[in-house]
């Protein structure tokens, strides 16, 4: 490809030059994430192995099993090897029955070798092949109903439910279903992404939100599932990959068919003071599992803009899409699985701010043709005024039908004051469906002068993008990180939380699921 | 004119707008039900202008109707903070200006209690309630230890990091542990805070706390459940660059 393309005539050549960025940029950290391994990596391999349920305090005996292996051999060589050996070798029922040994100081663990490890190897690919074997019967059986009820035309409607209480949660999505909701996200607990554990069984109470468990997920899809049916529509999906335990929850969302996730190679780091290195090594294994599992995720940018200005940081958004982009397809996912993420959060009081909004949106929409963009409403300049708030929606609708967004989150009149009323809801998706027919068709008549105020800033935002992207591929990104490159926060290599948790693979580190989910990288 | 009523278009007229959900199907039933809920809420005549169902249970409703409320001005009471609410651009230029350097700011949950979530909502970029966390404001630079911090380690950090303030967060209070935690960190700073520097201010929040008792406990502010980002920082500034000097 040469020349100038699309309808902002983007020079092909500065495309190509900032993925080249991109991509060097990333290298030194997926050679970093292919060399290390986490707590909460050895934790997913537990949990795909069949490893289910929590303690008396409701710690899950997989955060048990892996801290008695770590406590004995460490976790260098993979926590399979030991918890499989000290399986066939001891007197334990399952591997429940050894984790509740294990806490209790009752088992001694040992690394294998010779024949002993190669039975423990065979064990642990039988027991973990298991846990993938589900994944994929999940993802078939989501192709089935796609087929069968039928899939929604894009955009996409994304809502958000968040009680705290996911028995209050399901009739609110199943509500929101019917009313138009083409997917559902259960808003997490506040604080959820900083535990180093995930929380087990159903839940009904949280802070401005509904755990993310294992049993929560199953009883929310089952719900939607009913709804599906109902409806004649597939509904799908969404929770929380970000945090600690995003290797866990990944896994957790592959079990019990969730359909998308977020999931962000920045935004534990920049918003949650995550160590950036446990942050990198558990983001690309997640990512690998949703690969696998077929679910799309959604990257986080335009959290950016909430702390960032929105024209000044334009530039930014473009950046971290690009090496969320990168690294995703390293992990193996492919485009339609990329719903990578922007906003319509320029100041409304800047003359021109619908001109540059639909500039910044299609410079997305053009840069990734087909990947299924998320396009997030505004928030900082939603001031309690309901009614220039229900206005300022519909515009961010109108933008976002222009630019053939396809993940399109409602937004609120009540945004930021208080905890959406049934009406409010009600109201926003009206909105959405009024713009969404009013305007059908109407991208067709949407050709930017060429050269114009739209193709000129577009242009201008991608070359800070490249800019920026040389900084970054020179310096390093882990350097930048800790520079404030990203939000207005510095985040050095060593800081944040769950450092604590990262362990560099040793020779003879065994992973069974990266073995299934990367053979050609096994030895 | 001390004596007012709502305004519509004309003086006097008394008429005000007002949206509601009854969780009734929407009908005839539903209509005359919100007329009679809006007639007992005072409005009289009460105009039931838009009628919508909402699912199959619920329907929402827009009334427009005459309020005989009159409220006289001079009853009217406002309570003021002794400080003012300042937007992070303010608070930035504030402490750019006044202080000359960046504000330090140390925060941890101290003692047994493991419970970040009220700490990392003021300080974390994330926030809180649409906010930002102090973390996002330039001029303010952020230490967050994290939990179950110990009282002499929270006032040695402080020390060495040049803290300007300690923010204390404590959720848990079996046994008063909150309180008896903040008194810990209060005696701390009275005994070993080096000699001859401005003692940082000490912030003490959490859901449990009386934000008359900060006095008794050792403490300069205490915040209540649902304090902002904000209300934090706006506090800092007035303590930090206004009232001291």
Same mark, same amino acid.
């Given at each position: 490809?040469?020349?100038?393309?699309?309808?902002?005539?983007? /020079?092909?050549?500065?495309?190509?030059?900032?993925?080249?960025?991109?991509?060097?940029?990333?290298?030194?950290?997926?050679?970093?994430?292919?060399?290390?391994?986490?707590?909460?990596?050895?934790?997913?391999?537990?949990?795909?192995?069949?490893?289910?349920?929590?303690?008396?305090?409701?710690?899950?005996?997989?955060?048990?099993?892996?801290?008695?292996?770590?406590?004995?051999?460490?976790?260098?060589?993979?926590?399979?090897?030991?918890?499989?050996?000290?399986?066939?070798?001891?007197?334990?029922?399952?591997?429940?029955?050894?984790?509740?040994?294990?806490?209790?100081?009752?088992?001694?663990?040992?690394? *294998?070798?010779?024949?002993?490890?190669?039975?423990?190897?065979?064990?642990?690919?039988?027991?973990?092949?298991?846990?993938?074997?589900?994944?994929?019967?999940?993802?078939?059986?989501?192709?089935?109903?796609?087929?069968?009820?039928?899939?929604? *035309?894009?955009?996409?409607?994304?809502?958000?439910?968040?009680?705290?209480?996911?028995?209050?949660?399901?009739?609110?999505? =199943?509500?929101?279903?019917?009313?138009?909701?083409?997917?559902?996200?259960?808003?997490?607990?506040?604080?959820?992404?900083?535990?180093?554990?995930?929380?087990?069984?159903?839940?009904?109470?949280?802070?401005?939100?509904?755990?993310?468990?294992?049993?929560?997920?199953?009883?929310?899809?089952?719900?939607?599932?009913?709804? $599906?049916?109902?409806?004649?529509?597939?509904?799908?999906?969404?929770?929380?990959?970000?945090?600690?335990?995003?290797?866990?929850?990944?896994?957790?969302?592959?079990?019990?068919?969730?359909?998308?996730?977020?999931?962000?190679?920045?935004?534990?780091?920049?918003?949650?003071?995550?160590?950036?290195?446990?942050?990198?090594?558990?983001?690309?294994?997640?990512?690998?599992?949703?690969?696998?599992?077929?679910?799309?995720?959604?990257?986080?940018?335009?959290?950016?803009?909430?702390?960032?200005?929105?024209?000044?940081?334009?530039?930014?958004?473009?950046? $971290?899409?690009?090496?969320?982009?990168?690294?995703?397809?390293?992990?193996?996912?492919?485009?339609? =699985?990329?719903?990578?993420?922007?906003?319509?959060?320029?100041?409304?009081?800047?003359?021109?701010?619908?001109?540059?909004?639909?500039?910044?949106?299609?410079?997305?929409?053009?840069?990734?043709?087909?990947?299924?963009?998320?396009?997030?409403? *505004?928030?900082?300049?939603?001031?309690?005024?309901?009614?220039?708030?229900?206005?300022?929606?519909?515009?961010?609708?109108?933008?976002?039908?222009?630019?053939?967004?396809?993940?399109?989150?409602?937004?609120?009149?009540?945004?930021?004051?208080?905890?959406?009323?049934?009406?409010?809801?009600?109201?926003?998706?009206?909105?959405?469906?009024?713009?969404?027919?009013?305007?059908?068709?109407?991208?067709?008549?949407?050709?930017?002068?060429? /050269?114009?105020?739209?193709?000129?800033?577009?242009?201008?935002?991608?070359?800070?993008?490249?800019?920026?992207?040389?900084?970054?591929?020179?310096?390093?990104?882990?350097?930048?990180?800790?520079?404030?490159?990203?939000?207005?926060?510095?985040?050095?290599?060593?800081?944040?939380?769950?450092?604590?948790?990262?362990?560099?693979?040793?020779?003879?580190?065994?992973?069974?699921?990266?073995?299934?989910?990367?053979?050609?990288?096994?030895? | 004119?001390?004596?007012?009523?709502?305004?519509?278009?004309?003086?006097?007229?008394?008429?005000?707008?007002?949206?509601?959900?009854?969780?009734?199907?929407?009908?005839?039933?539903?209509?005359?039900?919100?007329?009679?809920?809006?007639?007992?809420?005072?409005?009289?005549?009460?105009?039931?202008?838009?009628?919508?169902?909402?699912?199959?249970?619920?329907?929402?409703?827009?009334?427009?109707?005459?309020?005989?409320?009159?409220?006289?001005?001079?009853?009217?009471?406002?309570?003021?903070?002794?400080?003012?609410?300042?937007?992070?651009?303010?608070?930035?230029?504030?402490?750019?200006?006044?202080?000359?350097?960046?504000?330090?700011?140390?925060?941890?949950?101290?003692?047994?209690?493991?419970?970040?979530?009220?700490?990392?909502?003021?300080?974390?970029?994330?926030?809180?309630?649409?906010?930002?966390?102090?973390?996002?404001?330039?001029?303010?630079?952020?230490?967050?230890?994290?939990?179950?911090?110990?009282?002499?380690?929270?006032?040695?950090?402080?020390?060495?990091?040049?803290?300007?303030?300690?923010?204390?967060?404590?959720?848990?209070?079996?046994?008063?542990?909150?309180?008896?935690?903040?008194?810990?960190?209060?005696?701390?700073?009275?005994?070993?805070?080096?000699?001859?520097?401005?003692?940082?201010?000490?912030?003490?929040?959490?859901?449990?706390?009386?934000?008359?008792?900060?006095?008794?406990?050792?403490?300069?502010?205490?915040?209540?459940?649902?304090?902002?980002?904000?209300?934090?920082?706006?506090?800092?500034?007035?303590?930090?660059?206004?009232?001291?000097?």
């Amino acid at each position: 490809m040469t020349g100038r393309s699309g309808l902002l005539g983007l /020079d092909a050549r500065v495309v190509r030059r900032a993925r080249r960025l991109a991509d060097k940029a990333a290298a030194p950290v997926v050679e970093l994430a292919r060399t290390h391994t986490t707590v909460s990596v050895e934790r997913a391999v537990l949990r795909l192995a069949g490893l289910q349920g929590a303690d008396a305090e409701g710690i899950p005996w997989v955060n048990r099993l892996t801290d008695a292996v770590r406590a004995d051999v460490g976790l260098e060589q993979g926590v399979a090897l030991p918890v499989f050996d000290a399986l066939l070798t001891g007197d334990h029922a399952d591997l429940a029955a050894l984790a509740q040994k294990a806490a209790a100081g009752g088992v001694t663990f040992r690394l *294998p070798s010779g024949r002993a490890a190669t039975s423990a190897r065979a064990a642990a690919r039988r027991a973990t092949r298991g846990g993938i074997a589900t994944i994929d019967r999940n993802r078939r059986d989501r192709d089935r109903l796609l087929r069968r009820l039928g899939d929604p *035309p894009k955009p996409w409607i994304y809502l958000i439910v968040a009680t705290g209480d996911i028995h209050e949660d399901i009739p609110q999505a =199943q509500a929101a279903a019917r009313a138009g909701a083409d997917i559902i996200a259960v808003i997490r607990s506040t604080g959820q992404s900083l535990l180093d554990y995930v929380p087990e069984g159903a839940t009904r109470e949280g802070f401005a939100g509904t755990y993310a468990t294992q049993e929560n997920f199953r009883l929310m899809r089952a719900a939607l599932d009913e709804t $599906s049916r109902e409806l004649g529509r597939y509904v799908r999906l969404t929770n929380y990959a970000s945090g600690l335990c995003m290797p866990e929850i990944a896994v957790l969302a592959g079990l019990e068919r969730l359909d998308m996730m977020l999931n962000d190679c920045m935004y534990g780091i920049i918003f949650r003071d995550i160590n950036p290195q446990r942050t990198f090594i558990d983001q690309r294994f997640s990512r690998q599992i949703h690969a696998r599992a077929g679910i799309v995720i959604n990257t986080g940018e335009d959290n950016y803009l909430t702390t960032a200005d929105a024209v000044d940081a334009a530039h930014t958004v473009i950046v $971290s899409q690009l090496l969320n982009e990168r690294f995703a397809l390293e992990a193996g996912l492919e485009d339609w =699985q990329l719903g990578l993420g922007h906003a319509f959060e320029i100041n409304p009081a800047l003359p021109e701010q619908f001109r540059l909004e639909l500039a910044h949106a299609q410079l997305v929409r053009e840069l990734f043709p087909n990947a299924p963009l998320k396009y997030m409403p *505004p928030t900082k300049h939603m001031t309690g005024n309901v009614f220039f708030g229900y206005l300022l929606d519909a515009f961010f609708n109108l933008a976002g039908v222009l630019t053939k967004q396809e993940i399109i989150l409602v937004g609120m009149m009540t945004e930021g004051i208080v905890t959406p009323f049934l009406s409010d809801r009600d109201l926003a998706l009206e909105n959405v469906r009024y713009v969404r027919d009013a305007c059908a068709g109407l991208t067709e008549d949407f050709v930017p002068t060429p /050269d114009g105020f739209i193709a000129q800033r577009a242009r201008q935002v991608l070359g800070e993008s490249v800019e920026l992207l040389e900084r970054i591929a020179d310096e390093g990104l882990f350097e930048a990180i800790a520079d404030g490159t990203f939000g207005v926060t510095r985040r050095p290599v060593d800081g944040g939380r769950g450092l604590d948790g990262v362990v560099r693979r040793e020779d003879g580190y065994y992973n069974p699921a990266l073995e299934i989910l990367e053979p050609e990288a096994a030895g | 004119m001390s004596h007012v009523r709502a305004y519509g278009d004309t003086t006097g007229d008394g008429m005000v707008q007002l949206s509601f959900t009854l969780p009734i199907p929407a009908g005839p039933k539903a209509d005359a039900a919100a007329a009679l809920f809006a007639k007992k809420m005072g409005l009289d005549p009460a105009l039931v202008v838009h009628a919508k169902g909402v699912g199959d249970t619920f329907t929402f409703f827009v009334v427009y109707g005459r309020s005989p409320v009159i409220i006289d001005l001079d009853e009217v009471m406002v309570v003021e903070r002794e400080f003012a609410l300042l937007t992070p651009k303010e608070v930035n230029l504030e402490i750019r200006s006044r202080l000359r350097r960046r504000l330090v700011v140390v925060g941890a949950t101290v003692g047994t209690d493991a419970h970040t979530v009220g700490l990392d909502a003021i300080l974390n970029v994330k926030g809180f309630a649409g906010e930002k966390g102090l973390e996002s404001y330039r001029e303010i630079r952020v230490v967050n230890l994290g939990a179950q911090v110990g009282a002499d380690d929270l006032v040695r950090r402080a020390a060495a990091e040049g803290a300007d303030a300690v923010l204390v967060s404590q959720v848990v209070t079996q046994r008063d542990a909150h309180l008896h935690h903040v008194r810990e960190v209060a005696d701390a700073l009275d005994a070993h805070w080096p000699p001859g520097r401005p003692r940082p201010l000490l912030l003490v929040g959490g859901p449990r706390f009386d934000p008359a008792a900060a006095a008794d406990l050792g403490a300069d502010r205490v915040f209540a459940k649902g304090t902002t980002p904000a209300e934090v920082a706006s506090y800092l500034v007035h303590e930090l660059t206004l009232a001291r000097r």
